[in-house]
């Protein structure tokens, strides 16, 4: 390695190592990061804004405003509402809000999906009298685990589609599936969790001592009947012509960029919420992050490390004899819950097309797929939707200890990747 190699890497490792111990906020910290890159020569400010997938950062931007104008609206809560109100009893109750997690995160993004359902559910288990850490924990969970199926499911995925040419047919078909599967064994524990909890809580011998309907209607009066008005269905078309538009993009000749765009800005049109306010929606640290993330990862390729990283992981899944997919599935889901599955997939990405290039089989990607998105639910820090758990949770006035968080991650995580690794070997 030469001196500007050794420069940048170093200036790569300590921004990871910054970012882990959450001294500063990462965005700060990432943009320092790229002036460092800048300053060691290993970009040139001719090659910054090059540098930055613009692609990606609008496919971010339009999910963000469709989310926040879907939010505005009303009609998640209308929905949750109506759904709440047919429970029968407290397992069923857990599983609905686990499922609405988890279509949330599949049709929209997994950040978006933990925001909503993370709002909704502490007012309601609060007001059932349940302690709400345990739901918000393993909605994090299941929100990863929904942000594996499809294109737009999280920003990973995203990442690994635009970098690998893959389309939104192909996340459907070798990915949505072991998805479901991983949905099913996480509700099943979580049920099971519960169950001991209430078992060991006085507050099982309230929720026999009345009928769980009557609760839960009374516990819902102050969000209204739950009715969808007309503002509502139009919403819930955006989103389907969304889902769709992903779907066909490549027949009908635009990226995936455009089709998020248009989505955002037709559910802000219809939200009536101000154009000012719309964009106050957009989690603008997270575009920032990405985009000085770009330029260290460009910045690390430009001076030929990532050509030297790739081959040398190339060379140790060679001599552990294994399948690329899983060797790939376990590299970057275990660092991932470290320093956060997306600077971690942007690293791994140009490598994996390396390896593309040489011959390597293009099943790889989804290794890289299971393996960001579910280590990112390793550890409190590991994704971002893990992160918006712990801090909406902490504003609602029920902050989650860490060691409880890591604790029942840590042993559902490892259960999943076990059965992700047995989808990828008989696949």
């Known amino acids: 390695m030469n001196v500007i190699q050794i420069v940048s890497v170093s200036i790569f490792v ?16 990432v943009l320092m990061g790229s002036v460092a890159m800048l300053l060691a020569g290993a970009v040139n400010a001719e090659e910054v804004l090059h540098f930055i997938d613009i692609d990606i950062i609008a496919v971010i931007v339009g999910l ?18 109506r759904i709440i109100k047919s429970s029968r009893s407290i397992n069923y109750f857990a599983v609905i809000l686990m499922s609405f997690t988890m279509v949330l995160s599949i049709l929209l993004d997994n950040i978006g999906a933990m925001l909503i359902s993370a709002t909704i559910t502490i007012p309601l288990t ?65 049920v099971k969790v519960l169950g001991r909890e209430l078992e060991e809580s006085t ?14 209607k009374l ?29 066909i993009h490549e027949l009908i000749g635009i990226t995936p960029a455009i089709v998020a765009l248009l989505g955002g800005f037709a559910m802000i049109f219809i939200s009536e919420e101000s154009p000012s306010e719309s964009f106050q929606g957009i989690d603008w640290s997270t575009i920032f992050f990405l985009a000085g993330l770009f330029v260290i990862i460009n910045g690390m390729d430009n001076v030929g490390l990532i050509e030297m990283l790739s081959s040398r992981m190339l060379d140790l899944i060679e001599g552990l ?3 690329s997919s899983i060797a790939v599935m376990w590299l970057s889901a275990l660092p ?71 604790k029942i991650c840590l042993g559902v995580t490892m259960v999943n990747l076990c059965i992700a690794t047995l989808y990828l070997y008989f696949i």
């Open 64 to 81: 963000m405003l469709l989310v926040r104008g879907a939010e505005y609206s009303g009609v998640f809560n209308r929905i949750a509402t």
């Open 126 to 190: 609060r007001s059932l009298k349940l302690k709400p850490e345990t739901f918000i924990i393993f909605q994090s969970i299941i929100a990863n685990i929904g942000g594996l199926t499809m294109l737009m499911s999280s920003i990973p995925n995203i990442i690994v589609a635009i970098e690998g040419g893959l389309s939104f047919i192909s996340f459907i078909i070798n990915v949505a599936p072991v998805g479901i599967i991983l949905f099913i064994v996480t509700t099943l524990i979580f």
């Open 219 to 247: 516990s819902i009066e102050d969000y209204g009947e739950g009715k969808i008005g007309r503002r509502h269905i139009i919403c819930l078309a955006i989103i389907a012509l969304t889902i769709v538009g992903f779907a």
């Open 321 to 323: 004899q294994i399948d």
């Open 336 to 406: 991932s819950g470290i320093i956060d599955n997306i600077p971690l997939t942007a690293t791994f990405a140009p490598m994996i097309s390396r390896w593309i290039a040489e011959g390597v089989s293009k099943d790889v990607w989804w290794g890289l797929v299971l393996g960001a998105n579910l280590g990112g639910c390793l550890t409190p820090i590991g994704s971002p939707s893990s992160i918006i758990a712990l801090g909406v949770a902490e504003q609602e006035g029920c902050p989650i200890p860490l060691m409880r968080f890591l």
């Open 14 to 29: 300590l921004t990871i190592i910054l970012i882990a111990t959450e001294k500063f906020h990462r965005t700060y910290i």
């Open 203 to 216: 507050m099982h011998d309230d929720l026999r001592s009345m009928e769980f309907q009557d609760w839960v």
